[in-house]
Every structure is written in structure tokens, then in C-alpha cells.
């Protein structure tokens, strides 16, 4: 069994279990989403929980709910009843998307450079300014940065709008504020793999066999230092989904977050088990593309194409 | 050896504010502090003492700030302590026990910890809160607030790394002669965890608090903000830095209200990762500078 194939069925099984475990916390969650402050008449509530099929026995309605969602389909949003949690995904989908590549894109620009730099230039004043920005950095939690940015940028100069999700340059204070810690992180990371490879045999042997350092820096240190940065990209791409929990509400962007943490605190059961779903999903993608990036550098890493 | 004073000065620096902080947020109750949750309408939005006003000045309810920072503080510190603490308590003897056993069971541990890790814990565990809010009630009644539910659900999410570390250090430990030696002499696998792994593993327990604690805390802050953390009349940075974003808007300048917790917030985290840096090179047995 070829092992792409193998780890397509282990994301099956993880979104599959993602389900069940979610579906069940929700089922187990006391009081539905129909008790809020202003309550409903009997009859009414009565009919709408037929019409959700909320009081069929649990198998049943776990049934429905499995074979739904392999089909993509979700059900009705349990509060916004005329609208289909697929079609809410739909519309939330291109707007996290966005913000998080557009972050993890940036955070790969700034991170990896200067991590790189940092270690060529090792123990130097630029190495120590490095780091000690990267660590300041990561110790900002990023809801600090954006309130600063919106401060500064929003407020006091006006450059970018403080909220909303219309046309690109609401995105770009977002997608600033989530890339930086990861960021910082990727700096680090960078930096201290290079370090590794720079301390080993390798780039001795090349410059004993007569290689020119420029050479030997980009082919015997970048390139292997390159294995344990994209060997990283899962955790950072999982870093990157926490973060935007938090971004996208402070920047009012309605994005899956934004609508992940309403649908949680008002016990919408549908809507956030199908954003988990599509979170667990990008999740697995994403680590997996990192994991056949890395096999296409580092050839001791089993191969996910062969 | 394990507990030597840190060689850097920037790691002392971190130390000492560290316990500083630590000491006021202890001792909080018994100072000369306004009531954190005292709400003083008249007061409101007193700007702070380097232009004219109390200490730290007042949030938008005339809240005394510089009570709320440090109150805030027990609770910051307090969750970032106890949730780490709960890490470590899943996470070492899980680590342990892979490592000590070996073979499939090592495998099958290893098997369910990756499988954990393609899940997004982060947004599990505001599900898990969420759900938990409908219950506080039953907590309550056997004593449980929901604070300390917080403290079980982020140590849950952060207990992976740190069975990680356990697992590689007892692997290295079941190749050591006197482990192998005691396996011989006959002792059994729960003698083995007790007298040999886990004493053992009690220094390098102190680097996954060292790791884990900035993470933590982090999560607090995070949680809180979402509003599904620490909640009034408690406060915790987190809250506050949250407090000071709703109140900031372009007309009245209130900046302070969002600066002074995130700087204490910035700082306590600064600190950490600064200590759990060193412990890192502790970890790895070399110092790369």
C-alpha cells in the first residue's frame, strides 16, 4: 500500500473520529439552541425539534448526521434555520483561506530568511537583534498586536479599515498579526537547523573539496536545513488555525472562526460540528502537503508519491 | 546541578521578575489595593498616573486597574501553574510508559499521539468548554468551578510535547545498566515505573514545566479573550487585554487599557519563554552560544 494512500485513510478515520467525538459532546451539551433569552412557545419548540429531528433516538440522528456529512452536506444551521451550515462554510471558507495562507505565506518570507540569516551570521550583533526580536515576538499574544495595529494603523493613521471583511486591505492588517508569532517561530526554528547543519561534517568536507562558500552555503547548509522547516509546517499550519480564532473575531472578518466561536457559545450543534470537520480537514491537508514537500528535499524521508 | 542558578543574565532578569510578580500575586489580598471588582461609575476612565490619576488609572466601570492587573495576575499565574502541572501529570507517565515498555506497546502510544496531533486540540477544547458551560451547575454542586474544569481542558491540550520528552528519556533510560540490572534481578514493570523511571524523570519534569508554562499561559489569555476562560468578577490578563480592546475606539485615547495587561502579559511571557530557552539548551546538552 503505497503510504499517501495510507495516510489518506488515517485522515479518514481522524475526520471521521473529529465527528463522532464532536457530535456526541454537542448531543451531551444540556439545553438546545432553542432555550436562549426569549423563550418559545411549547408548540413551536415542539415542531422545531421535530423538524431538526432532535428528539428521534441518538443512533438515528447520528446516522443521519454521518451519512450528511459524507455527502458534504451538514443539515440546516440550528440558528440560522434557513440557511445550510454548507452553504455558511461556503461563504467562510475563501475568507480564513485567504487570511491564513496569505499568513502562512508571509510568516515562510519573513521566518526563513531570517532565521537563515541569524545563523549565517552567527554570534554577531544582526544574529542577537534577530533573536531577540523573534523571542519578544513570540511572547505578544497576537490579539495584543492586532489591538496595537488597529491603534496605530487603523485609528491614528488611518491606512487600513479596523474591521470587515470588504475588498483587500481589511485582510492585510489581519494577515500581519497572525503571521508574526508564527513568524518569530519559523525564525527560530530556521536559525537553529541551520546551525545544526553548519556544525556538521558537511559543509567541512565541501569546503575542503574546494567548493566556493557561496556554493557550499546554498547547497550544502540551505538545502538540508530546509528538512526540519517543513518538518514544522503542520504544527505551524495548526498554530496558524488557533490563531485565527482569535484574529479574525478582533477584525470582525466572517471567516470559519468568527463563526466557529459564535456557533459554540450559542450551541449551534450543526454548524460547529461541520466547522470542525472542515478545520480537522485543512489541518490534514496541509500536513500532508508539508510532509510530501519534505520528502522532496530530504530523500531519508519515505517517499509519499512512491 | 538541575536547579543552578542560570548562567544568562537575561535568564536571572526573567527569573527574578518572574518571582517578583509571583510574590505580589500571592500576596495580593493583604495589600493596600483598591476592590478589582468594585464598580465605581463616577470614576470611570481615569487616565493614569504619569498624566493624572491612580497608579494605573481606571477601566471603562472605574475600575481600579493596577488591583486588577495584580489580581489578574494571581489567576494568569495560577492557571498557567496548575494547567502545566496537569500536562505533566498525563503527559510523563504516558511518555514513560512508552518508552519503559517498548516494542508494540510504545508503538501503539505513539500511534494514538499522532493521531492526536492531527486534530485541531485548540478548537476541541473551546467545544469542551463550551459544552461544560451547560453543566456548571452539576460542577458546582461537587465543587468543581469553572476554573478548574480550564485547568483540566488546557492541560489536555498541552500534554503531547511533554509525553514526547518522557518517552525519549525512558528509552535512553531502559538501555542504562542499573535499569537492566533491576529487570534481571526480577522486579516487575509497575516496580520498575515506580523506584527507577519516574525518579528519574523528575528533572527533565522540571524542563516540561519550563515549556509548557509560557504555552499556558498563553492559552489563558487566549480562552479568556474568546470569553470562554477566566470570567468576571475573577480577572485574568487575558481578560483584561480583552476589556481594553472592546473599550478602544478612535474618540477617547484609552489605550492604556489594552497596553498595561498586555505589557504585563508580554512581559510574563517574555520571561517564561526566556526560562524555558534555557531549558531547552538544558535538554539538548548544548549551549549554542
Known sequence: ?306 | MMLALPRRWSTRLALSFLLVLSMLAVVAPWLPLADPAAIAPQDRLQNPAWIDGPVLGTDAKGRDLLARVIYGARISLAVGLLGSLVAILIGLPYGALAGMRGGRTDRLLMRIADFLEGIPLAVVIVFLLSVLQAYRGELAAIGLGRIHVFFLAVGMLFWLPTARIARAEALRLSKMPFVEAAQTAGLGSWGLMCQHYLPNLLPSALVMLGLTLPRVVLMEAFLSFLGLGVEAPNVSWGLLAADGLAAMNPLVDSGYLLGIPAAFLALTLLSLNLIADAARDRISGVRRN
Open chain 1, 1 to 306: 500500500m503505497s503510504a499517501l494512500l495510507r495516510r489518506l485513510i488515517a485522515l479518514a478515520i481522524t475526520l471521521w473520529a473529529v465527528h463522532l467525538t464532536t457530535f456526541l459532546l454537542l448531543r451531551a451539551a444540556k439545553g438546545g439552541p432553542f432555550d436562549e433569552a426569549r423563550s418559545l412557545p411549547p408548540e413551536v419548540e415542539v415542531q422545531l425539534r421535530a423538524e431538526f429531528h432532535l428528539d428521534d433516538p441518538l443512533l438515528q440522528q447520528y446516522l443521519r448526521a454521518l451519512v450528511g456529512a459524507l455527502r458534504g452536506d451538514f443539515g440546516p444551521s440550528l440558528r440560522y434555520r434557513e440557511v445550510r451550515v454548507t452553504e455558511i462554510l461556503g461563504d467562510a471558507l475563501p475568507v480564513s483561506l485567504g487570511l491564513g495562507l496569505g499568513a502562512l505565506v508571509l510568516a515562510l518570507l519573513l521566518g526563513i530568511p531570517a532565521g537563515l540569516y541569524a545563523a549565517l551570521a552567527q554570534r554577531g550583533p544582526v544574529d542577537g537583534l534577530i533573536r531577540a526580536l523573534a523571542t519578544l515576538l513570540l511572547s505578544v499574544p497576537n490579539f495584543v498586536i492586532a489591538g496595537l495595529a488597529i491603534a496605530w494603523f487603523s485609528f491614528g493613521l488611518g491606512w487600513f479599515p479596523p474591521a470587515g471583511g470588504h475588498g483587500l486591505s481589511s485582510f492585510v492588517l489581519p494577515c500581519i498579526c497572525l503571521a508574526l508569532p508564527t513568524a518569530a517561530q519559523l525564525t527560530r526554528l530556521s536559525r537553529s537547523a541551520a546551525l545544526e547543519v553548519i556544525d556538521g561534517e558537511g559543509p567541512r568536507a565541501a569546503l575542503a573539496r574546494g567548493l566556493e562558500p557561496n556554493q557550499v552555503r546554498s547547497q550544502h547548509v540551505l538545502k538540508p536545513a530546509l528538512a526540519p522547516i517543513l518538518a514544522f509546517l503542520g504544527p505551524t499550519s495548526a498554530a496558524l488555525l488557533t490563531g485565527s480564532l482569535v484574529i479574525e473575531q478582533v477584525f470582525a472578518l466572517p471567516g470559519l472562526g468568527t463563526h466557529f466561536v459564535q456557533a459554540a457559545l450559542n450551541r449551534d450543534y450543526t454548524l460547529a460540528v461541520g466547522i470542525t470537520v472542515c478545520y480537522t480537514a485543512l489541518l490534514g491537508a496541509l500536513t500532508l502537503l508539508a510532509d510530501w514537500a519534505m520528502s522532496r528535499v530530504d530523500p531519508r524521508v519515505e517517499a509519499l508519491s512512491g
